[in-house]
């Protein structure tokens, strides 16, 4: 079999199901989103000659990418090493190590960065240490992005036409990428970003994330800002509750970006009801089934207990102090225009609960 046969034969787990959610809502659900550009990126690589047959994969991840370049690694004959953090589950760090990559976790945040930083510092060491090795970069390498025409093109195929994509942005590339797409068919789509407080992202105050997959403390140059009309921001407890609410309402057992994404797309939908909206769901409960479902753990989850707010509140700022779901209008601007208007506007008093969720009361 050639490289490129090789390397596509796990082509059928990239594709979405695109499942009805009631009214004008679909949810495209992924067994595991991720396949898609690192496949995509391997390919290439090896195209190119940066990839050769036998060589060392080295990559910063925590989860689903890191999960993704396994599958694909032991099925090429790749080596893999994984720089990771506290964020690597049990179950995740368990079945990395059965498909043969090789784990290594930092646990110490760099003093600009955090963890995120840290990872990309320890990893730099094995790239000059490894020789012939290759980093496939998912926040920086435009491949990312582009690996998601093919998205566009099978929501195209499945619902002749898209009005609005919503989706979580962690590196960026599935919603900027599969935006750019659809836009040269429907140039009036309607996209939304979905984030979490503390994420630099879209402007927030960089600080501790509890939401694997979801924001980050780098900003990637993946994340392309002028694709998005509206951001959320959802926190971790709403996020689980919407992933609940996914798995009862729907049948649908995914992670709990998926879960953030549905929130705001249900909410957007019922808004807009002659609009198709789709909502990317990136993957699968079955990592989170002894944390976001389970119980125990989610009663030690800040908010929990508390009524999930049912719309977002408004934000003058992407600065602004959160305690809740919030929402910003974008407008296809770049961050450096968002924060140059945005800092005129400082308004803390926009949410009334979150003085007192930022200093932790
Ligand atoms: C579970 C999960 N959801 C969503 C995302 C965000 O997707 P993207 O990196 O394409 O922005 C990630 C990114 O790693 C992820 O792991």
């Not at 009214?23 to 659900?29: C, D, H, K, R, W």
């Not at 094995?126 to 390498?141: A, E, F, T």
């Not at 509750?241 to 249900?266: C, E, I, N």
Request: charged share 20%.
């Amino acid at each position: 079999m050639s490289t490129r046969a090789l390397m596509r034969k796990l082509e059928d787990f990239e594709a979405p199901r695109v499942v009805p959610l009631g009214g004008n809502l679909y949810g495209a659900s992924f067994f595991l989103m991720k396949l898609l550009p690192a496949r995509f990126m391997l390919e290439r690589a090896a195209d190119q000659g940066l990839l050769r047959p036998g060589a060392t994969i080295c990559e910063s991840s925590s989860g689903t990418f890191g999960l993704a370049l396994a599958m694909l690694a032991v099925q090429h004959g790749y080596r893999l090493i994984l720089v990771s953090d506290w964020a690597l589950d049990r179950n995740l760090h368990r079945r990395l190590i059965e498909l043969g990559a090789e784990v290594t976790i930092v646990d110490r945040p760099a003093p600009s960065g955090g963890l995120q930083q840290a990872r990309l510092d320890r990893l730099q060491g094995y790239l000059q240490d490894v020789s012939g090795s290759y980093w496939p970069s998912q926040y920086y390498n435009p491949d990312n992005p582009l690996s998601y025409g093919k998205v566009a093109e099978q929501l195209v195929d499945r619902l002749g036409r898209v009005d609005c994509l919503i989706g979580p942005v962690g590196s960026g590339g599935s919603m900027s990428g599969t935006s750019r797409y659809l836009r040269t068919l429907f140039p009036d789509l309607y996209a939304i970003g979905v984030d979490t407080p503390n994420s630099v992202l879209f402007g927030q105050p960089s600080g501790k994330l509890n939401l694997s997959g979801l924001g980050g403390n780098i900003l990637p140059s993946n994340v392309d800002h002028s694709q998005f009309d509206e951001v959320h921001w959802l926190v971790p407890a709403e996020a689980f509750h919407a992933t609940h609410d996914l798995h009862r309402q729907h049948g649908l057992f995914m992670g709990p970006t998926s879960g953030a994404a549905y929130r705001v797309a249900k909410w957007w939908s019922r808004n807009n009801p002659g609009k198709t909206v789709v909502a990317l769901f990136p993957d699968e409960g079955h990592r989170y089934a002894e944390t976001v479902y389970d119980e125990d753990w989610l009663e030690k989850i800040a908010g929990w207990s508390d009524p999930p707010r049912a719309s977002p509140f408004t934000v003058s700022t992407p600065m602004a102090p959160m305690s809740g779901w919030s929402r910003f209008a974008w407008d296809r601007r770049s961050l450096d225009d968002v924060l140059a208007h945005a800092s005129d506007q400082h308004d803390t008093a926009a949410d009334p609960r979150a003085d007192s969720a930022r200093s932790g009361a």
